[in-house]
Nanobody, 123 residues
Framework: QVQLVESGGGLVQPGGSLRLSCAAS????????IGWFRQAPGKEREGVSC????????YYADSVKGRFTISRDNAKNTVYLQMNSLKPEDTAVYYC????????????????WGQGTQVTVSS
């Protein structure tokens, strides 16, 4: 059974850090680009970052550039999103997703999705 499971979310104060994990089962992440998306209450889902399957190229949305870092450990079949200098506007449910297409954050191009993990940034 193909599955993506996110973990690492929680409550953090502004300026704090969290590391999200996206673990795959039932398939190998090596051949997939992986994206992180988020959806805040009342807002549309938006792309945050993605990493390619081939050369490890990465892409970040302007809103998180310089604060978030995406990485992958193919040996562990896991992708990470390190989030630093968190802001209240980063509060959302974060989803990871896999696509066999190239690097990008077009939602409908992603084939597999996790169930999401809540990130809340508040004092």
């Amino acid at each position: 059974q193909v599955q993506l499971v996110e973990s690492g979310g929680g409550l953090v104060q502004p300026g704090g850090s969290l590391r999200l994990s996206c673990a795959a089962s039932g398939f190998t992440l090596d051949y997939y680009a992986i994206g992180w998306f988020r959806q805040a209450p009342g807002k549309e889902r938006e792309g945050v970052s993605c990493i390619s399957s081939s050369d490890g190229s990465t892409y970040y949305a302007d809103s998180v550039k310089g604060r978030f870092t995406i990485s992958r450990d193919n040996a562990k079949n896991t992708v990470y999103l390190q989030m630093n200098s968190l802001k209240p506007e980063d509060t959302a449910v974060y989803y990871c997703a896999a696509t066999h297409r190239g690097l990008g954050l077009v939602i409908y191009e992603y084939d597999y999705w996790g169930q999401g993990t809540q990130v809340t940034v508040s004092s």
